[in-house]
Antibody, heavy 122, light 108 residues
């Protein structure tokens, strides 16, 4: 069965970086993409961007461009998202979810990781 | 960017009642690529409905989606205790992908 397992909670100081991992199993990793979505405490869902596990193409929301990098390791079926220059308002649960292989969207996000809480505090 | 507005913000109902949740888009959703998710506290969103009206795998038939263009509805017929949660709509027809602000269905 399809499973998506994310790395554990992180506590970071402002200005630091964090790298969250997302390991997929139960399906052919390179025939899908991965979207990243975050949720600040008590807030709604915010799409951050997408990466194709098929060809490595990425699509980032403009507000995150230059501060976020999404990558994949096809040998282990794992996606990664690094966020740099963390601020207090980056405190959120970060989710990865299975997406379309060649462009963000065009298929609903059907399998989600359990989420990774990133807390940014001095 | 397509803005999704959900209403009402909170719906107070009793088990067995019918819930009707609305999602309105600021512009037409391409391909009616509109999904609904259920989220419970400390859990990831769970896909219920995709492409406006198709139930995801394993979703009970008391959940139904309808609508097209800019107006979409999620209906839950006969609320079960486990249905009290927050529901989000999501458009995935154009980038950036966007989500509605959510509707909380609470026990009256």
């Amino acid at each position: 069965q399809v499973q998506v397992e994310q790395s554990g909670a992180e506590v970071k100081k402002p200005g630091a970086s964090v790298k969250v991992s997302c390991k997929a199993s139960g399906y052919s990793f390179t025939t899908y993409g991965i979207s990243w979505v975050r949720q600040a405490p008590g807030q709604g869902l915010e799409w951050m961007g997408w990466i194709s596990a098929y060809n490595g193409n990425t699509n980032y929301v403009q507000k995150f461009q230059g501060r976020v990098t999404m990558t994949t390791d096809t040998s282990t079926g794992t996606a990664y998202m690094e966020v740099r220059s963390l601020r207090s308002d980056d405190t959120a649960v970060y989710y990865c979810a299975r997406d379309h292989p060649t462009a963000p969207g065009n298929r609903a996000l059907d399998y989600w990781g359990q989420g990774t809480l990133v807390t940014v505090s001095s | 960017e397509i803005v999704l507005t959900q209403s009402p913000g909170t719906l107070s109902l009793s088990p067995g009642e019918r819930a009707t949740l609305s999602c309105r888009a600021s512009q037409s959703v391409s391909g009616n690529y509109l999904a609904w998710y259920q989220q419970k506290p400390s859990q990831a969103p769970r896909l219920l409905i995709y492409r406006a009206s198709n139930r995801a795998t394993g979703i009970p038939d008391r959940f139904g989606g309808s609508g097209s263009g800019t107006d979409f509805t999620l209906t839950i017929i006969g609320l079960e205790p486990e249905d009290f949660a927050i529901y989000f709509c999501h458009q995935y027809g154009s980038s950036p992908l966007t989500f509605g602000g959510g509707t909380k269905v609470e026990i009256k």
